[in-house]
């Protein structure tokens, strides 16, 4: 997956952006705000809670910006037909991308073949949708990534995720880059959890992030701004 380069001011990071409000309080307004906040900066695509994709969808018909929305989030312990039944809704309800949870029990215990066969599952009861694979990369050690990864690849999904937000940490720049090697251009490797500067994109962008997950995306793009009017 390519990258947009960010070392050039003037290249805007917008559509590296989901922009993202995914907390329980979340509200129809807020939504509607986020969404005018998506088409006003052109981010890639917003993510947000199923129950909110229809309104979002209306929102953004017209624009660039996709709807995403999460299945198995945040704990990723539902079962596999679940899963597969809500990614199948979310894809007839209009939306584009898939954010799914592993069941991460089953990682750490080393079944690998389970979780990329629920992963292949996913994949196709939304054809028409990408699928990024939420891995939670604080709860893994560096095999456990690694071979993640890889099923991530073969199971047809288009992005491996770092983090929920919701775990004990998000993204970090190593993780982002052993994905990334790993991926060796085949699936994006989508950043999220606790990055809230341009800073912190630019870092993970270098890493190897094809995209970025944030509820700080207007606030990215003021200092992006701010920059290019200060070069």
Not at 70 to 80: A, K, L, W
Not at 100 to 123: K, P
């Amino acid at each position: 997956m390519p990258t947009t380069a960010l070392n050039d001011i003037d290249t805007s990071p917008a559509r590296l952006i989901d922009h993202s409000l995914l907390g329980p309080q979340t509200s129809l307004v807020q939504i509607e705000q986020l969404c005018e906040e998506a088409v006003e900066w052109n981010f890639a695509a917003v993510c947000i809670p199923p129950a909110f994709v229809p309104r979002a969808v209306a929102c953004l018909y017209g624009s660039e910006t996709a709807v995403a929305s999460v299945v198995g989030f945040p704990c990723g312990y539902e079962s596999t037909l679940a899963k597969v039944q809500q990614t199948s809704e979310l894809e007839s309800l209009g939306c584009a991308e898939i954010d799914m949870v592993i069941q991460i029990g089953q990682a750490i215990a080393g079944d690998f073949a389970l979780v990329e066969e629920e992963i292949a599952q996913v994949v196709l009861a939304a054809p028409g949708a990408r699928v990024k694979v939420i891995i939670e990369c604080c709860y893994l050690d560096e095999l456990q990534k690694i071979a993640l990864t890889r099923a991530v690849a073969s199971a047809g999904a288009a992005y491996v995720k770092t983090s929920t937000g919701f775990g004990p940490s998000g993204a970090s720049c190593a993780d982002v880059r052993l994905l990334a090697q790993v991926a060796q251009g085949k699936i994006g490797v989508k950043a999220a959890g606790g990055i809230r500067s341009l800073e912190s994109l630019r870092q993970m962008q270098e890493a190897g992030a094809s995209r970025i997950g944030t509820s700080a995306g207007v606030e990215i793009m003021q200092q992006w701004c701010t920059a290019r009017r200060g070069k």
